[in-house]
């Protein structure tokens, strides 16, 4: 079979023949794969750099995708492990870490957006359980996940949601897809300060997608802007686009009712995951969320990983 083939962190993928795989224990099931999304999180882990990854090479990328077992049955599943990953026109994995697709779901779809998707699905549901009606900010609204979010947020029962990223093209598209108001981030401190006062006061859930020094910027003008600070505002980590890091000062704690909770692998259990991804899936199949994605044959994986239109499109690889 071929597969996407990682030889080096320091490189994107090959395009390379390969052994099959074979399921060695009655636990394990050959999939044969439709569509593998290229999400932050395979590159992360295509490049060493990831908490949970292996850093044994060679390796095959790709954390999740859809697939046909051998029986017919359609289903979107997640990898093995991070060696044996679903960018590959065979893959291996546990029977538990598969389910079944409706038929009305788009195998490329299903693809791009569960993984975008759960980043705030989960969270919002069993880490912050949103409230109908609050007011919630995501902080790095114009990638894929972040445009979830907004969508996702509206769908939980949010009574507004405001989204803020610095790219001004789709930043202005999000109203679309739900957003009540937008924050621009290309702007200086007392700017976004003006914003969040006009379009994010009073904020009880924050999205975050950037952490590190955007987090630095926001959160001063986040705090400023609250009418009664003993309003709780719940802080959701989810990704770090902007640091792995941030400096937070100790007085934000005890001047105001802020909790900082994450939301990834580890934080929550897979229990937990496997149920809200089946959910999730059922909104997808539905037509309920949009995800701007891109199919790509696997065969032009070395040429499309770093390529400018996967940073602002789902590419999702089809074997
Ligand atoms: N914990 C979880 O369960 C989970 C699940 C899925 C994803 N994630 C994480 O969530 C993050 C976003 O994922 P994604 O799928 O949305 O990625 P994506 O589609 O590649 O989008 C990333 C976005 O981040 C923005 N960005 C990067 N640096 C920024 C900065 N300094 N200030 C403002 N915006 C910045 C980019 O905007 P520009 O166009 O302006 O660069 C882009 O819109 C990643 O860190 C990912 O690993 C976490």
Known sequence: MHA?????????????????????????????????????????????????SSTALPLIPGVDGTGVLADGQRVYFAALDSAHGT???????????YLPLPDTADEVTVAAAVNPAMSSWVPLRRRAAL???????????????????VQIAKRLGAGWVA?????????AALPTLGADGVISL?????????????????TEVV???????????VLPAILAARSDPGQPLTWLHIGAMGGPEASLPSVALRSHNLTILGSGQGAVSTAEFVTEIAALIDEIAA??????ALPVPLSDVEAVWDSPVSRTRRVVFQP
């Not at 390969?18 to 992360?44: C, F, I, K, Q, Y």
């Not at 989204?163 to 930043?171: H, I, K, Q, V």
């Not at 999205?207 to 910027?217: F, K, N, Q, V």
Request: proline share 5%.
């Open 207 to 217: 999205i975050d997608y950037l952490w590190g020094a955007p987090l630095e910027r």
């Open 163 to 171: 989204a803020a990223g610095r790219d001004a093209e789709r930043l």
């Open 4 to 52: 996407a083939l990682v030889t080096s962190f320091d490189r994107p993928p090959q395009y390379a023949a390969v052994d099959d795989p074979v399921a060695t224990s009655a636990d394990e099931v050959v999939v044969d794969v439709r569509a593998a999304g290229l999400h932050p999180r395979v590159r992360s882990g295509a490049s060493g750099s990831h908490y949970a």
């Open 87 to 97: 960018m590959a026109d065979l893959t291996v994995i546990r029977r538990r870490a």
């Open 287 to 292: 037509g309920a969320l949009t995800i701007d």
């Open 131 to 149: 409230q109908p009606g609050q007011r919630v900010l995501v902080l790095g609204a114009t990638g894929s996940a972040g445009q979830m979010a």
């Open 186 to 202: 290309a702007g200086s401190d007392s700017q976004i300060a003006a914003e969040i006062q006009k379009n994010a006061a009073d």
